[in-house]
T-cell receptor
Framework: EDQVTQSPEALRLQEGESSSLNCSYT??????LFWYRQDPGKGPEFLFT???AGEEKEKERLKATLTKKESFLHITAPKPEDSATYLC????????????FGQGTTLQVKP | GAGVSQSPRYKVTKRGQDVALRCDPI?????LYWYRQALGQGPEFLTY????????KSGLPNDRFSAERPEGSISTLTIQRTEQRDSAMYRC?????????????????FGPGTRLTVL
């Protein structure tokens, strides 16, 4: 069964304290892994797409990496405005674009 | 440019009533998705449209749920005879390219959602 598990469920950091969020997946034929950011009361906002093991993408203080079994979202020197829920999703095989999401990691960065 | 819009943003209804939720995708986006998101969880796939064709409805929970996109643009998700367990955030997403043509490289952009509460 296709499945996505994110850890930890919640993470509290001090401003400037770097850390990583984990996304483990089991899917029969990965066709893309997606990271989204979700602020309270809003829809998920696209961050990155990764397609093959070894691929890395960066945006400001965020860096996403991908292996054959998991993805990491590294946050370097976070700021309070990075506080949000980060969602990981995988696209399942087929032509419908269906995404399977993890439950998310809620990040709180304190000044 | 405008993003995905959904209406109403909030809907409170009584058990047994029918509700219709609307999604207006990004202009020109051919693919449209409906998801449902419970509190503290990630979105869960409901159905997918390629233009006006509903190509995957495997995530619809039961036959009280239906969706349409008659002109390949605006979509409506209808829930008949609502039950309390239907209470959730319903989200719509759109992408510019059909997945089968994009090789999986299309991005889904999400709307703000409709919060449905069934009393």
């Amino acid at each position: 069964e296709d499945q996505v598990t994110q850890s930890p469920e919640a993470l509290r950091l001090q401003e400037g304290e770097s850390s990583s969020l984990n996304c483990s997946y089991t899917v029969s034929g990965l066709r893309g892994l997606f990271w989204y950011r979700q602020d309270p009361g809003k829809g998920p906002e696209f961050l990155f797409t990764l397609y093959s093991a070894g691929e890395e993408k960066e945006k400001e203080r965020l860096k996403a990496t991908l292996t054959k079994k998991e993805s990491f979202l590294h946050i370097t020197a976070p700021k309070p405005e990075d506080s949000a829920t980060y969602l990981c999703a995988v696209r399942v095989p087929g032509n419908t674009g269906k995404l399977i999401f993890g439950q998310g990691t809620t990040l709180q960065v304190k000044p | 440019g405008a993003g995905v819009s959904q209406s109403p943003r909030y809907k409170v209804t009584k058990r047994g009533q029918d509700v219709a939720l609307r999604c207006d995708p990004i202009s020109g986006h051919v693919s449209l998705y409906w998801y449902r998101q419970a509190l503290g969880q990630g979105p869960e796939f409901l159905t997918y449209f390629n233009y006006e064709a509903q190509q995957d409805k495997s995530g619809l929970p039961n036959d009280r749920f239906s969706a349409e996109r008659p002109e390949g643009s605006i979509s409506t998700l209808t829930i008949q005879r609502t039950e309390q367990r239907d209470s959730a955030m319903y989200r719509c997403a759109s992408s510019s390219t059909p997945p089968r043509l994009a090789g999986g490289r299309d991005t889904q952009y999400f709307g703000p959602g409709t919060r449905l509460t069934v009393l």
